[in-house]
């Protein structure tokens, strides 16, 4: 079974500074895809940014970019010029790419926090 | 596009009591799921459906059914509500030919 681990409960930046939030998972699948959800405090699971595990570069959305190490099952997400917005929830979360397969294996969550 | 609707956003139940959580999307997707998200816990999936007629159990199933006669619903019922089931419940949906998923906006329910 695949398990997703996000090490770092809670995180805070200051305005405009940059925070990398960790994600590792364990899998024995080589095709999946991984993803990064924001939860602000209205509760709607928002997508930030998702990655193939067969495509090497790495995914990036203006300000929100990882670092997928996928030999060290490591897909970590970088927020750029963090803005008071970015405060929410993250959770990463991982995805079979088996046909069928429609479980989204979930993080714990990290509570990011932007300090003005 | 309304997207993935859900209804209703919060609900109280009484032990025993049933419920129909209701969802509904708008987009044609084939694939639909269920999860429920508690206290310093990630989303877990409860039942999911490859398309209409066709459901599946996911990694917490008890205490729940499902049923999908139409492309666009996918009711979850509780047939027995207990206070182990209090949470927040999310209903997603994705195209057949993508891996992206789309979130509705939760349920907060609370058994007492």
């Known amino acids: 079974a695949q398990t997703v681990t996000q090490s770092q409960p809670e995180m805070s930046v200051q305005e405009a500074e940059t925070v990398t939030l960790s994600c590792t998972y364990d899998?024995?699948?080589?095709?999946?895809?991984l993803f990064w959800y924001k939860q602000p405090p209205s509760r709607q699971m928002i997508l930030v940014i998702r990655?193939?595990?067969?495509?090497?570069q790495n995914a990036t959305e203006n300000r929100f970019s990882v670092n997928f190490q996928k030999a060290a099952k490591s897909f970590s997400l970088k927020i750029s010029d963090s803005q008071l917005g970015d405060a929410a929830m993250y959770f990463c979360a991982y995805r079979s790419a088996n046909f069928g397969n429609e479980k989204l294996t979930f993080g714990t969550g990290t509570r990011l926090t932007i300090i003005p | 596009n309304a997207g993935v609707t859900q209804t209703p956003k919060f609900q109280v139940l009484k032990t025993g009591q049933s419920m129909t959580l209701q969802c509904a999307q708008d987009?044609?997707?084939?694939?639909m799921s269920w999860y429920r998200q508690d206290p310093g816990m990630g989303l877990r999936l409860i039942h999911y459906s490859v398309g209409a007629g066709i459901t599946d159990q996911g990694e917490v199933p008890n205490g729940y059914n499902v049923s999908r006669s139409t492309t666009e619903d996918f009711p979850l019922r509780l047939l027995s509500a207990a206070p182990s089931q209090t949470s927040v419940y999310f209903c997603?949906?994705?195209?057949?030919?993508?891996?992206?998923?789309?979130f509705g906006a939760g349920t907060r329910l609370s058994v007492l």
């Open positions: 997603a949906s994705r195209p057949g030919l993508a891996h992206i998923q789309y």
């Open positions: 899998t024995s699948e080589s095709d999946y895809y």
């Open positions: 987009m044609n997707h084939e694939y």
């Open positions: 990655q193939e595990a067969y495509k090497q």
